[in-house]
């Protein structure tokens, strides 16, 4: 090993290791499939340069592998791979400042949770996992001996105890391909013992595409869960499902809906994909990174590839297998590939109809998701045309029909709809109590025309992106063209009441009426539309005047 030199961490990475080390986190065994599944990356990206000629090699053929030593006497515990390997400015980079995106927010959430609750602290750590730093959890000293696979790379060692610095000097003998050498903590000592560790690994060995071995010895059979044949699929356990779930989605919580889905045609795909139970952008994260990773014969092309799904779907996680795509695709090219276009057009429609399964299986838990993963589903409908049809199919909203809290479909507002009813009707309103005592929901209710109530902000602009649904146009009943659906017939003598305006003295009032507030409205029209309220503003076309209304009326609460 030659001089060292030292450098700090930077500031993120050393509150973070203090986070880590400080941790009480329960499952400390997450440090082995971290170490893992980067020496897993560290080969796929090797494997890839290879295939595609990217990059002459320096590791030439040796065998791409994953060796893990446990040694109770030197209380260590090694990871060997044969991959990328890191140059010194990779390792400055990488091991140096926190890689991972949306580390910073993490770090916030964890910063607010605060030292008080060591509960949420956990959670967080356990929901996002923390990389090559949770070898700190475990080892007080870290040793990362690295050759890049690039042609005419030096070997280094990297060390740190995790706290304030590190060091890298230039070390001889250093196989291309990387070796972290883990001290352990003397209260971690179990993790340098072998059924130990062979049996964390045996939880996720299915999914690593290398052979791993633990002192000498292979410990997982090498098979991608995706191509089991799909006769064979029952033969996938939950537990199983579960395991690789959190391996291909870098988290700890149980997948709500899971798909495996094959064809042969249009495109040969095999594909096994989940819906998470949280997603991050639900703790105000910053938004997510695509979940879905592209690969060719069990050859991974593009991890957490943006160009396989559309963006509104980047919460599904899991891994998409083509044999259509050709290995030598240059990732650059990914994006403008007419064949990927195709694959993502054919994925999208299937991941539409599985969630409308779910929804049919079971209702209920579909509604869940629906509540927590809506904001995916509008965004869907808003940016992307050619499927927000599919899209619309998967919303739900509360209605006037359906006690608060109850959830309908388009399809089933449709069922209901008295075949006279040409449109789909509905409100945007801050809550269910205002859509229950709007001035406009009431001659619908009256006249039993059932009402969308929509929450959100963003519905609004939904609604007018679907434009219609199964030829129905979606109506709001506080515009103009809502009044159509009203009866137009005068309300029967018995519900005249004494005193009533007639028709010249009602507009002398209206032109009374614009007089004064000429500046705000373009007309004022006498209706026979109000039950018990005076007067209701009618949007014609804007929907600017009602939110400044909400906003005046929310603000005088
Ligand atoms: P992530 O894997 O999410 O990027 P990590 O903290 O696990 O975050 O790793 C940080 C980075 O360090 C990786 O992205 C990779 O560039 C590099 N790295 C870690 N382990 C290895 C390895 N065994 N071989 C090559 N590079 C590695
Ligand atoms: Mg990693």
């Avoid at 396989?308 to 083509?322: E, Q």
């Avoid at 259509?324 to 695709?329: E, G, K, V």
């Avoid at 057009?345 to 509604?367: G, H, S």
């Amino acid at each position: 090993v030659g001089d060292a030199t030292s450098h700090v961490f930077k500031t993120e990475t050393q509150k973070l290791l203090h986070i880590v080390a400080n941790s009480l986190y329960s499952e400390k065994e997450v440090f082995v499939r971290e170490l893992v599944s980067n020496a897993a990356d560290a080969l796929e990206k090797l494997r890839y340069m290879r295939m595609s000629g990217a990059t002459s090699d320096a590791a030439g053929d040796a065998p791409l592998e994953i060796r893990l030593f446990v040694d109770p006497e030197a209380k260590t515990f090694t990871i060997q791979d044969t991959g990328v390997g890191m140059t010194e400015q990779e390792l400055n980079d990488h091991l140096g400042t926190i890689a991972r995106s949306g580390s910073k927010s993490f770090i916030e959430r964890l910063e607010e949770s605060g030292n008080k609750n060591a509960d949420a602290r956990e959670k967080i750590i356990g929901q996002f996992g923390v990389g090559f730093y949770s070898s700190f959890m475990v080892g007080d000293r870290v040793r990362v001996y690295t050759r890049s696979a690039q042609p005419d790379a030096k070997g280094y060692c990297w060390s740190s105890d995790g706290t304030g610095a590190y060091t890298i000097a230039e070390a001889e003998h250093v196989d291309v391909g990387t070796k972290i050498v883990v001290e352990l903590r003397d209260q971690c000592l179990e993790f340098a013992d072998r059924a130990k560790i062979e049996g964390i690994v045996f939880k996720y060995s299915n999914f690593v595409g290398f052979p791993i071995y633990l002192n000498g010895k292979k410990i997982n059979t090498v098979e991608a869960l995706w191509t089991m044949a799909s006769g064979d699929k029952s033969s996938i356990s939950d537990e199983q499902h579960t395991e690789f779930y959190r391996f291909v989605a870098s988290t700890w919580d149980r997948p709500r809906f899971r798909l495996h889905y094959k064809t042969d045609a249009p495109l040969s795909i095999n594909s096994l994909l989940y819906v998470p139970g949280n997603h991050a952008e639900q703790f105000g994260m910053e938004r997510m990174d695509p979940g879905v990773s592209l690969y060719s014969r069990k050859v991974l092309i593009q991890s957490k590839s943006a160009a396989l799904l559309p963006g509104w779907l980047r919460f599904v996680k899991g891994v998409i297998d083509s044999e259509d795509i050709p290995l030598n695709l240059s990732r650059e090219m990914l994006q403008d590939s007419a064949l990927i276009k195709r694959l993502r057009d054919v994925m999208t429609q299937r991941i539409c109809k599985w969630l409308e399964e779910e929804a049919r299986r079971n209702p209920e838990k579909y509604n869940l998701f629906a509540r927590d993963f809506g904001v995916f589903l509008k965004e869907g409908v808003c940016t992307d045309a050619s499927h927000k049809d599919a899209i619309g199919k998967l919303l739900r909203f509360e209605s006037s029909a359906l006690e608060k809290g109850k959830v309908t479909s388009f399809k089933e507002y449709i069922a209901r709809m008295p075949e006279s009813q040409a449109a789909i009707y509905y409100l945007c309103v801050p809550n269910r109590e205002y859509g229950d005592e709007s001035p406009y929901s009431e001659r619908f209710k009256q006249q039993n025309i059932e009402i969308l109530y929509l929450y959100d902000s963003v519905d609004e602009f939904v609604m007018h992106n679907l434009g219609q649904v199964a030829d129905k146009p979606l109506v709001s009943i506080d515009s103009q063209e809502a009044l159509k659906a009203l009866t137009t017939e005068q309300p029967d003598a018995a519900d005249v009441k004494a005193g009533q305006l007639t028709d010249d003295q009602a507009d002398t009032l209206a032109t009374w009426m614009l007089g004064q507030l000429g500046t705000t409205l373009s007309t004022v029209k006498p209706s026979k539309r109000l039950v018990s309220h005076p007067a209701i503003v009618v949007d014609p076309e804007s929907p600017t005047l009602r939110r400044m209304m909400q906003m005046v009326s929310s603000s005088n609460k």
